[in-house]
């Protein structure tokens, strides 16, 4: 075969264009929640990571003394309580209650309510309202919500994040042989923050991370040691926090 070079400039071409078409990121999905209500608006942008792969979140507000003021968002399965491949009795996959105290255990002993289990989570009985809970999105996101308590002039907004399964050299899946709970969440949750000051005037923010929950969920602690961590800082690329 002869290999001309209009074939070999033809291949460069769709060469290049395969690799930028990988690269480029869909448009952000725009979410709502809480609309019908009064309140400080604010907008999370949400720009995926290298790692991402369907984690779990949760985002929430804590005011100036460190206490928990409101949920914003938090992933459906861990909201209501009901993995969508949580029941495989019948043979296949269906819904199913779950408890997962591994996933966002920050989030979960901030907000500070037991289960009728006596684990800090949501379930059927006790779920997360609608109002602050949907499906995890699938790429990057905008969300629209409104903060409720219109006293507040100086806060924290919490962001936690989970993969699962995501293994590394430090955080392997013999680390802990009999926690099954640490088995289904690999490196522990990340927690990003931003202190946001309403009286100062700035309008936008960027999350920084500040530590990682326990790997098991079993206490509500911070470690603010992320040197084991790996490509769970890869989840999120960016995490913005728009005000009007």
Same mark, same amino acid.
């Given at each position: 075969?002869?290999?001309?070079?209009?074939?070999?400039?033809?291949?460069?071409?769709?060469?290049?264009?395969?690799?930028?078409?990988?690269?480029?990121?869909?448009?952000?999905?725009?979410?709502?929640?809480?609309?019908?209500?009064?309140?400080?608006?604010?907008?999370?942008?949400?720009?995926?990571?290298?790692?991402?792969?369907?984690?779990?979140?949760?985002?929430?507000?804590?005011?100036?003394?460190?206490?928990?003021?409101?949920?914003?968002?938090?992933?459906?399965?861990?909201?209501?309580?009901?993995?969508?491949?949580?029941?495989?009795?019948?043979?296949?996959?269906?819904?199913?209650?779950?408890?997962?105290?591994?996933?966002?255990?920050?989030?979960?002993?901030?907000?500070?309510?037991?289960?009728?289990?006596?684990?800090?989570?949501?379930?059927?009985?006790?779920?997360?309202?609608?109002?602050?809970?949907?499906?995890?999105?699938?790429?990057?996101?905008?969300?629209?919500?409104?903060?409720?308590?219109?006293?507040?002039?100086?806060?924290?907004?919490?962001?936690?994040?989970?993969?699962?399964?995501?293994?590394?050299?430090?955080?392997?899946?013999? +680390?802990?042989? @009999?926690?099954?709970?640490?088995?289904? &969440?690999?490196?522990?949750? /990340?927690?990003?923050?931003? *202190?946001? $000051? %309403?009286?100062?005037?700035? +309008?936008?923010? @960027?999350?920084?991370?500040?530590?990682? &929950?326990?790997?098991?969920? /079993?206490?509500?602690?911070? *470690?603010? $040691? %992320?040197?084991?961590?790996?490509?769970?800082? @890869?989840?999120?690329?960016?995490?913005?926090?728009?005000?009007?």
């Amino acid at each position: 075969m002869k290999i001309t070079a209009a074939f070999v400039f033809t291949a460069v071409i769709i060469s290049y264009l395969s690799c930028t078409s990988s690269r480029i990121q869909s448009p952000p999905e725009s979410l709502t929640y809480n609309r019908d209500t009064t309140g400080i608006p604010i907008t999370i942008e949400f720009t995926r990571g290298e790692s991402f792969n369907h984690p779990l979140m949760a985002i929430w507000v804590e005011d100036e003394m460190g206490r928990f003021v409101q949920t914003l968002f938090v992933a459906e399965s861990i909201g209501k309580g009901v993995f969508k491949h949580g029941d495989a009795t019948t043979g296949k996959w269906l819904p199913g209650p779950i408890s997962r105290p591994a996933a966002l255990p920050y989030w979960s002993h901030r907000r500070g309510i037991k289960n009728s289990h006596g684990l800090y989570l949501p379930d059927q009985e006790n779920p997360v309202a609608d109002a602050y809970t949907g499906a995890t999105p699938s790429g990057n996101f905008i969300l629209h919500t409104r903060i409720e308590d219109t006293t507040l002039r100086k806060f924290s907004v919490y962001f936690e994040i989970n993969q699962p399964w995501d293994w590394n050299e430090y955080w392997t899946n013999n +680390k802990y042989p @009999d926690d099954y709970d640490y088995k289904t &969440s690999s490196q522990p949750a /990340l927690v990003y923050m931003a *202190d946001i $000051d %309403l009286k100062s005037g700035i +309008k936008d923010y @960027d999350m920084t991370v500040i530590g990682h &929950s326990h790997y098991s969920g /079993l206490n509500g602690d911070l *470690d603010t $040691d %992320l040197s084991t961590m790996t490509t769970a800082l @890869d989840i999120a690329k960016n995490i913005h926090i728009s005000l009007e």
